[in-house]
């Protein structure tokens, strides 16, 4: 789920017909509406896919394999934006709060050599490609409030495999004026991972995904505040919960 205060709506998945769409309700609940038809949300692992809000709370961006699409908050003006290479699934996709720009989180049919490029969708094109050739997992992608820095999660054991698993996930900002990445040390233990990483509406914290490496184990929401390393910084907020949006 997804909020947008503009829009005043709730964005979310619901898989129906076998296929997994776009859906939109009031912040209570109410008022539930199928946006997306003919082209579905699809691509790598249903459960990795994410889509994004446009800066004006009026559309919402999202993927189908290799190809990104906006579509409007009533259903209407469904076209695709950007196309990448046919082998290129576009499995994340956040907006620049400070532009047009968005960034998107690429990989291959197994989830690997992913990548983020930049792309400006009012021209189709990719203007930068920010990480190539990373071995292992990459995710939870969000851009700064400044659009100066992107936050993502990389699994730091460069470990790949069938199931998909990650060993070492931990949290980096990616700083687009000087191009180096810098990890937010959170002093996680070894046998957990951080994931699904986003910036609070203050740009103060980054909310994340806290969790055990097996796969099975209680995931709880934890939040940590930006520029200090105290670990009691790190507030648990909720638990049995995952993929955290803060509006």
Not at 119 to 130: C, E, V
Not at 233 to 239: G, R, S
Request: glycine share 8%; no cysteine.
């Amino acid at each position: 789920p997804k909020a947008n205060r503009l829009a005043e709506k709730v964005a979310f998945i619901r898989t129906t017909g076998g296929e997994s769409h776009l859906f939109t309700m009031n912040l209570d609940g109410t008022n539930q509406k199928q946006l997306t038809q003919e082209i579905p949300i699809a691509g790598f692992r249903q459960d990795e896919m994410e889509y994004a809000w446009h800066n004006n709370g009026g559309s919402i961006y999202y993927s189908n394999f290799n190809r990104l699409y906006t579509i409007n908050i009533d259903g209407s003006g469904n076209r695709m934006v950007y196309e990448a290479l046919n082998e290129e699934f576009i499995t994340e996709v956040a907006t620049n709060p400070a532009n047009e720009q968005i960034v998107l989180k690429l990989n291959n049919s197994d989830g690997y050599n992913a990548q983020l490029r930049i792309i400006n969708p009012n021209s189709g094109l990719g203007t930068q490609t920010i990480l190539t050739g990373i071995t292992g997992a990459l995710g939870g992608v969000d851009y700064s409030l400044d659009g100066n820095k992107i936050l993502y999660t990389r699994d730091v054991s460069n470990t790949e495999n069938a199931q998909y698993r990650q060993l070492d996930s931990r949290i980096f900002e990616y700083d687009l004026t000087t191009s180096t990445s810098t990890e937010l040390d959170t002093q996680k233990p070894t046998g957990f991972n951080n994931l699904d990483a986003k910036y609070a509406p203050n740009g103060g914290y980054v909310i994340f995904t806290y969790t055990s490496n097996d796969g099975i184990s209680e995931k709880s929401i934890v939040r940590k505040q930006l520029d200090v390393i105290d670990i009691l910084d790190n507030e648990i907020l909720f638990t049995n919960g995952y993929m955290p949006n803060w509006e």
